[in-house]
């Protein structure tokens, strides 16, 4: 909740500040390759830091999802990037037009979004089977 929070306040500050004009004057000025490669940086640091940290965006918060490996633990940060830099390759998104498949950049990193409460039971079951 502290990220939020921050980031609505990064937010507020550049409104209050009068730098909203200036940052989308700087933005304006790329050309389609800065522009490409800017938003590919951002998009790398938003989903690396959020799933490194967190094993969740801000969007899988609100989803209640979770990014997990095969094992149903918590990714290892290699994986997180791993999979994070096949969400750079063009097309990525239309991998999801093949079905029940995983998306690429859960294929190949070996993650899964799964729901964070069905996780948790299925991991109180496992324990309680385990002592039983």
Not at 59 to 67: A, D
């Amino acid at each position: 909740m502290n990220i939020i929070n921050s980031i609505l306040y990064f937010i507020a500050a550049f409104i209050a500040f009068d730098a909203y004009s200036s940052l989308l004057d700087w933005l304006n000025s790329f050309d389609k390759a800065q522009n490409f490669l800017f938003w590919t940086i951002l998009m790398f640091l938003y989903y690396a830091t959020f799933e490194i940290v967190f094993a969740r965006t801000i969007s899988k918060y609100f989803t209640k999802t979770i990014v997990v490996r095969i094992d149903g633990s918590k990714p290892k940060p290699i994986d997180i990037l791993g999979r994070t830099l096949v969400r750079i390759i063009p097309f990525e998104y239309f991998t999801f037009f093949r079905g029940r498949k995983l998306g690429w950049h859960d294929e190949l990193s070996k993650t899964f979004v799964v729901v964070k409460s069905k996780l948790e039971n299925s991991k109180k079951e496992f324990l309680e089977l385990q002592n039983f």
